[in-house]
């Protein structure tokens, strides 16, 4: 087999183009290039969202809705569960015995007065993470 | 060690050694473009919580903003809680799931914000969404 046969021949037809003196200069691209950069870099965000659905609570949420459910409190100084003091593992090992039983076991969540938000949602995110998905937050009505 | 000097008055030449720099801004620029999601700045700050679990996505649609102190924006305007039912009612009229993208401040009194979930549910909203920030 001859490989000189595949070999570029002098007198290739499709010459390299001849560098042609470029009359738009590529410095002004690049400014505007750079400050698209830092405009995205500071205006994007890249918070990663999550969300936990809740139903809404209503104000008429009486004795009839919260019976059969189960009630978390959420205190200043620990959890309780049905009125008995309670931790966050044992809250979440409970509560995934009752939705074994009953899947649509309705939750309530009610925090205390001056309990922070966050405290609120780290007691959500045990309890979805246990399968629940009939949570709610409720307002202590005796304040 | 001998330096060949770059030969000024060529530009083709000059160009030759930016090119590369160019490439990597506009690999850079794309990045930010896509991965990156513009959104309107919100008209005070909020810290939300941090959570583990819960649904992937952006808040969109009807955001409320609860701020730390209390304060109520509604899709990125200041409301008082007086005009919040009826301007979410007026929202969520037409919707056919109704929903509320809740985003509230980690540090805002539970029960204020759950005061607040009463109202959305008087104004028509029957899903709340609590919006939170992954740890990981």
Do not use: Y
């Not at chain 2, 000059?14 to 959104?39: A, T």
């Not at chain 2, 509604?74 to 919040?84: F, H, M, N």
């Not at chain 2, 009826?86 to 805002?108: F, I, N, Q, T, W």
Request: aromatic content about 4%; overall charge positive; cysteine-free.
């Amino acid at each position: 087999m001859n490989f000189h046969a595949f070999a570029r021949p002098r007198s290739w037809p499709i010459a390299r183009p001849r560098r042609r003196r470029q009359l738009i200069s590529l410095t002004p691209l690049i400014d505007v290039v750079f400050i698209l950069l830092v405009f995205f870099m500071l205006a994007s965000s890249f918070l990663d969202w999550r969300s936990i659905v809740l139903a809404a609570p209503s104000d008429g949420a009486g004795a009839a809705t919260i019976e059969g459910a189960l009630l978390v409190e959420v205190r200043g100084q620990g959890l309780r569960l049905s009125g008995r003091p309670i931790g966050l593992d044992e809250l979440e090992i409970r509560v995934r015995a009752r939705l074994a039983e009953n899947p649509d076991q309705p939750i309530f969540v009610r925090p205390s007065a001056g309990v922070p938000l966050q405290r609120a949602v780290v007691v959500l995110d045990r309890l979805s993470a246990a399968g629940a998905e009939r949570l709610s937050l409720i307002r202590d009505r005796a304040q | 060690m001998k330096l060949a000097r770059p030969r000024a008055g060529r530009t083709g030449r000059e160009d030759d050694r930016i090119l590369p720099l160019i490439n990597v801004v506009f690999l850079l620029l794309i990045f930010f473009m896509v991965v990156g999601s513009l959104s309107a700045t919100d008209p005070f700050p909020v810290e939300p919580p941090r959570s583990i679990n819960g649904e992937a996505g952006d808040p969109k649609d009807v955001v409320l903003l609860i701020g730390e102190d209390g304060r109520l924006a509604l899709d990125g305007a200041e409301i008082t809680g007086t005009e919040l039912e009826a301007a979410v009612a007026g929202r969520l009229k037409s919707a056919p799931h109704p929903e509320v993208h809740v985003k509230a401040d980690g540090g805002a009194e539970a029960s204020a914000v759950i005061a607040v979930m009463e109202t959305l549910r008087r104004a028509g909203a029957e899903r709340v969404r609590l919006m939170t920030v992954s740890t990981e």
